[in-house]
């Protein structure tokens, strides 16, 4: 089975940089992802993880460390927009169970001015 | 190009009263997903599909059915609601590929179970 380990919350002001991190046990590993959800709307695919390392896209990067079975996702010059629910997820590539992903719990991040 | 949509937006349902959400996608993605959502425990897989003519059980299909008769539509049934089943209900897809793949979710059911 997975699990999948996040802060429940965040909190943190206009322009900041934030850490959102995720810990997770996993049978069979095949990469981190992260989704952003905003309250009301659907998830969407933020970034993706199948190797050790950093994973950058505009403000928004991503780390994995496969050894110690775990990730984050930082989020720099933060703006009120980014005030949303982040998910960290597994791929569990299972037979014939297709890429189903497990998620985290989900950390709100509240961004205030 | 819609992506994913489902029907209804929002449903006011009686236990014990049978209800399908409707799904589909207009991408020919091969896999399909069908998530709830309640507040403070994430997204739960209910069941998916990896191709059409295919379903599978994820970790809480209990009181849920589904069925893949083409790739793009991929109605979730349940057969006598409960008040437990009162979620939000995300469908998603993917192109069932290596790597990422990504998943693209509807806009999500509110379902209320009285």
């Known amino acids: 089975g997975q699990s999948l380990e996040q802060p429940s919350e965040v909190t943190a002001v206009e322009g900041a940089i934030v850490q959102i991190n995720c810990t997770y046990q996993?049978?069979?590993?095949?990469?981190l992802s992260w989704y952003q959800q905003h309250d009301g709307g659907a998830p969407t695919f933020l970034s993706y993880?199948?190797?050790?390392g950093l994973e950058e896209t505009g403000r928004f990067s991503s780390f994995l460390s496969r050894s110690d079975s775990y990730g984050y996702l930082l989020l720099q010059e933060l703006q009120m927009k980014d005030s949303a629910s982040y998910f960290c997820?597994?791929?569990?590539?299972?037979?014939?169970?297709?890429?189903?992903?497990?998620f985290g719990g989900g950390t709100r991040l509240m961004v205030k001015p | 190009i819609a992506g994913i949509t489902q029907a209804p937006t929002s449903q006011i349902l009686a236990a014990g009263r049978r209800m399908t959400l409707r799904c589909t996608q207009d991408?020919?993605?091969?896999?399909m997903y069908w998530y709830r959502q309640d507040l403070g425990l994430g997204l739960r897989l209910i069941h998916y599909?990896?191709?059409?003519?295919?379903?599978g059980k994820g970790e809480v299909p209990d009181g849920y059915s589904v069925s893949r008769a083409n790739t793009d539509d991929f109605p979730l049934t349940l057969a006598s609601a409960v008040p437990s089943q009162t979620s939000v209900y995300f469908c998603?897809?993917?192109?069932?590929?290596?790597?990422?793949?990504?998943?693209?979710f509807g806009p999500g059911t509110r379902l209320t179970v009285l």
């Open positions: 998603a897809s993917s192109a069932g590929t290596s790597g990422p793949d990504t998943q693209y």
């Open positions: 996993t049978s069979g590993f095949y990469g």
């Open positions: 993880n199948a190797l050790d």
């Open positions: 997820a597994v791929r569990d590539v299972q037979n014939n169970a297709g890429n189903m992903l497990t």
């Open positions: 991408m020919r993605h091969n896999a």
């Open positions: 599909s990896n191709t059409a003519g295919t379903t």
